[in-house]
């Protein structure tokens, strides 16, 4: 069975949790509390020496990181990878735009928030929040001509950006200029198989 | 012919410019220059919202952004893209590294030091450069292993990995201590067709 080390608040996390639900993959949940430096432990490190969740063990004990590598590898062959060159790069597109443009912002503000670090990390929040909502734009604008990332169908571009996007607010970003973005956020909910991010397995 | 706007001594410009290389694909290329605000023109973000090159112009006018998905959309069906699911997972996996844990401190503290505003973002440089080599040590410990990133073959993942590494002494950083790394720029550049940064088409 495939094993999942991933820590619940995760957006990260959530993505490869959410696939494998929407597949049918079943797999074997091990919780990695990063703010207890659990995925910087020598354990971890000799799993994924880059210290990060999530990571997928597949059967045979390779370990594969990186969350939208390892929704690519799940996808292969599904309807959630686009069946087009093109729109593969596309989908690629948008998941490289998520973890350069919008996670580092997005997710990480929520991240202060919840470890309680806000404050220290004070002098960084402007420039982080004022990325953060760059790339909400870019988003809103793509999505008033789309209903979703890449061509008409849902696919894992879908679920990357998905994963922070829904819970921006918890990072003090407002959505409320960007219908686009909630109208979309409604499609992915409406999708057969969605769970919320602390569905655990 | 595909057009490629590109600016000389970006690495994630060089990625695709060294493909389309060793690939043999024709191209035509158009310089923006990103220390003059090129890419955020209303021109140019009519092209790439995200205002970020390199972007690769189809002959279709369709733009396809973000160096490595481009890099993917080229090498589709040939020996740079790994032939295996799991190995093209791997080869993403070392692409989102790049673009997560690598570039954001190896390349921006080159850029700081092109662009001269080094001084002005001091307070930023010790955790960059501590990040940086952080990177460099968990791709030093792969390549002890490994000749090339995935597999056996040299792949889009060496060449994602070699742009920014192979200047990164540009941006400050000393590899005397990784010589598995050392040895494997060595490998990327006796590789056929390989040409330097500075190459324009």
């Not at 880059?50 to 929704?71: F, K, V």
């Not at 409604?186 to 991010?197: D, K, Q, S, Y």
Request: charged share 25%; hydrophobic share 40%; proline share 4%.
């Amino acid at each position: 069975m495939l094993r999942l080390y991933d820590y619940l608040e995760s957006g990260n996390s959530y993505k490869v949790r959410l696939l494998l639900h929407q597949l049918g993959v079943p797999f074997e949940r091990v919780a990695v509390d990063i703010l207890k430096g659990e995925s910087r432990t020598q354990a971890f490190l000799q799993r994924n020496p880059n210290g990060r969740i999530p990571l997928l063990e597949l059967e045979d004990g390779t370990g594969l990181a990186e969350s939208n590598a390892i929704l690519w590898y799940l996808a292969e062959g599904s309807a959630f990878l686009p069946a087009s060159r093109l729109q593969r790069a596309q989908a690629l597109q948008w998941m490289f735009f998520e973890q350069y443009s919008h996670e580092p912002y997005i997710a990480v503000l929520r991240l202060w928030h919840h470890a309680g670090v806000l404050e220290r990390n004070r002098a960084a929040v402007p420039e982080k929040r004022e990325r953060g909502m760059q790339a909400l734009a870019v988003m809103d604008r793509h999505l008033a001509e789309q209903r979703f990332f890449v061509g008409d169908g849902y696919s894992v571009a879908d679920i990357a950006l998905y994963a922070y996007t829904h819970v921006a607010h918890e990072g003090g970003f407002d959505l409320s200029d960007h219908r686009c973005v909630r109208d979309w956020l409604e499609r992915v909910r409406a999708r057969p198989g969605h769970v919320p991010i602390t569905y655990a397995a």
